[in-house]
Structure formats: structure tokens, C-alpha cells
């Protein structure tokens, strides 16, 4: 009878190509002969997609005892969650369970205690780890984090526009707010599609900003000395506007929400929160605030996040073999490096890497 691990790579085989998940499968057979994680307990709260089943092939050829959520606030795929049985991948009930390493997305289980520490894949998250009781590894600090946030996020969200039924870019106007990785990975596939592009952030960015990218600075509050009521006209003059400040309630009480509410913008958000708050009512924002590039089918493409993947999962051998204080932990050099020859020299991403490098 053939192993989880292999029912895993036989499923995946059906829908990519070896070069689309390079690091993963190389994770996967390194670990299968270590058998670094054998008996630890791990929760992985990463949103179940079909490229999830991905990462959890080298976790469960490490040894793992594996479990996910039960239930979880993120978005996730029903078809996909209903196979993880036949994975040997657990459910846990939310809340309870005692387990050494939790693989954490957007800080959904920063509650628990785990026995040797968490590993935190999003920028969002690692607000709720400020004074954290374990180590806490912050994939999302690391440079391998960028493939997806900058290149994968700004592919998918033009995908996501894509099936929704705006597939016409070029010449009109979009208003990016928030100008972090995800604010850029956006910025710079709506210029490869010949759009103009403004960007509006809290901080003073406008030397960042490539040529012809519009900067507009977002105040503190509504009004902030007519600031914000620039922002208000450029975001209402505008073919869409999409935040991306990875901050819960981030437009709250700074623009004129009426205004823009009563415009024909159409408004996106794609951080994991609720980025524009209870000014605007979610039938107003695509996808009813979740994020937008949720709707598809694979919000991430499997070339933009095997990668960032196959570093959270880095995080939880981190944990278990460094002596970490109890802080946020930035990944070091030499385990991106490895994680990246291996992309560079598999994969498909070789120029693509040359974007963000």
C-alpha cells in the first residue's frame, strides 16, 4: 500500500509540472531521508488550497503528526479540505489540542501554546505576535516572501479581474492604496498591462514609486489638511482602487466613504482583513471584502508560492533545532539560499526572480 506522501505527489503530478514546485519536491526528499519532524505534533493553518496539498508533502515525509483547523476564518477550498483524510492529515478543533509547532497564517492561532514555537507566514499575523510566549518565525520577513507577495499577488489579482468579468486594462486609471510588497507586486503588473496607475500610502513613498506612477499621501484621519481629499478624488476618479496595507480597518474614517461609495470605482481588497472597514458595506467591495484573489480557484499560482511554502515550512526545523529567544525570529540567509538555488536552477521563475532581486 503506497504512503500518504505518495498519494500526494501523484494527485499534484495530475495538475503541475515538476518545474512549477522545485523546492517543495527537494524539501520533500531531503526530509523523507532525515526524517527531521518524526512524532512531532504540527498544526498548519495555512489556507487550504490544491498547492497546499503541496506543502504538506514534505511535513508528513519529515514525520509529522499533521493536523489543520477544523475551521478557519481565511477562505480555503471545501473539495480540497474534504481529501485531507484520505492525506493522513487530521482535523483539530479550534481551540483545543496540544501541539509543538504551529505553521500560523494571518495569526489565527496565536492563542495556542505550543511547546516549541510558531511560524508566522504573513506580515498581518505578525501584529498578534508582538509579545509572543514562544519563538515565532516570520516567513514573511524573509526575501523568499516576495516571489509571492510582489510576483504572485499581482499576477493573481489580474487573474481574479480576469474571471470576474474585467478583462479590459489597458489606458484606465487604478488607484493602488498601500505600497508594501503586495501594493508593488500589483503596481507592477498594472504597468505591464498599460494602465495608470496612482499609489496612496500613510508613508512617504514617492521616491519609490516607478516613473508615471503617481504618489498621493494618505492621512491619518478624514480630512488631515485636504490630504485625504485627494485621495477621496483620485480614488473616485478611477477605473478600480485596491487596498493592500495589510492593516485590519485601514481606510476607516479617512476618506470620504459616501463619496466613493456613490462613485462607479470598483473597489478590491487583498489583504487577509477586512482592509476597508464598516464605512462600506461589503456588497461594495469585490468578493465582499474577503481577498479578492480568493475567488479563484488557486489564489496564488503554485510557481509564485512554493517557495514562500517551503520556508514556513523551514521555520518549523528552525524551531526545533536552533535555541531561538522569545521573539519574532527573521529567517536567516543561508536557509533562503538554499530554498532559492534550488528555484532559480528547477524552477521557472529564473527572469521573473531578476524583478524582485
Not at 526524517?35 to 504538506?56: C, M, Q, S
Not at 491619518?220 to 487596498?243: I, L
Request: glycine share 10%; charged share 25%; hydrophobic share 40%.
Amino acid at each position: 500500500m503506497d504512503s500518504p506522501v505518495e498519494r500526494l505527489h501523484r494527485h499534484l503530478s495530475l495538475y503541475y509540472d515538476d518545474r512549477d514546485w522545485p523546492a517543495l519536491q527537494e524539501q520533500a526528499r531531503t526530509w523523507a531521508r532525515t526524517r527531521p519532524l518524526e512524532g512531532l505534533r504540527i498544526l498548519d493553518a495555512t489556507p487550504v488550497y490544491r498547492n497546499t496539498l503541496a506543502k504538506y508533502m514534505p511535513l508528513l515525509a519529515a514525520g509529522a503528526r499533521l493536523s489543520v483547523p477544523e475551521r478557519s476564518t481565511l477562505p480555503s477550498d471545501g473539495k480540497i479540505r474534504g481529501m485531507l483524510p484520505e492525506f493522513g492529515i487530521a482535523a483539530a478543533e479550534k481551540g483545543k489540542g496540544e501541539f509543538d509547532i504551529i505553521l500560523d497564517c494571518a495569526g489565527m492561532c496565536h492563542s495556542l501554546h505550543p511547546t516549541l514555537g510558531a511560524v508566522e507566514l504573513t506580515r498581518t499575523g505578525a501584529y498578534r505576535y508582538e509579545r509572543p510566549s514562544t519563538p515565532v518565525y516570520l516567513a514573511d520577513a524573509g526575501r523568499i516572501k516576495k516571489i509571492e507577495t510582489v510576483l504572485g499577488t499581482g499576477e493573481s489579482f489580474f487573474r481574479a479581474l480576469r474571471q470576474a468579468g474585467f478583462g479590459e486594462w489597458s489606458g484606465r486609471r487604478l488607484m493602488v492604496i498601500g505600497y508594501g510588497k503586495v501594493g508593488r507586486g500589483i503596481v507592477l503588473f498594472a504597468l505591464k498591462h498599460g494602465m495608470r496607475v496612482s499609489v496612496a500610502d500613510v508613508a512617504d513613498k514617492s521616491n519609490e514609486t516607478p516613473p508615471g506612477v503617481e504618489f498621493l499621501h494618505l492621512g491619518e484621519k478624514k480630512g488631515a489638511g485636504g490630504e485625504n481629499e485627494r485621495v477621496t478624488h483620485a480614488v473616485c476618479s478611477s477605473w478600480c482602487a485596491v487596498t493592500a496595507t495589510g492593516r485590519f480597518h485601514a481606510m476607516r474614517n479617512r476618506l470620504d466613504a459616501g463619496a466613493v461609495c456613490r462613485s462607479s470605482v470598483l473597489l478590491a481588497n487583498m489583504g487577509v482583513d477586512d482592509e476597508w472597514g464598516p464605512d462600506y458595506p461589503a456588497e461594495r467591495i469585490l468578493n465582499g471584502k474577503r481577498p479578492f484573489n480568493f475567488i479563484l480557484e488557486e489564489p496564488t499560482a503554485m510557481r509564485y508560492i512554493e517557495t514562500t511554502l517551503a520556508l514556513h515550512n523551514a521555520g518549523a526545523l528552525e524551531l526545533l533545532t536552533e535555541d531561538l529567544p522569545r521573539a519574532l525570529i527573521v529567517p536567516s540567509p543561508d536557509v533562503e539560499e538554499r530554498l532559492l538555488a534550488v528555484t532559480r536552477a528547477s524552477g521557472r521563475l529564473s527572469e521573473e526572480l531578476k524583478m524582485i532581486e
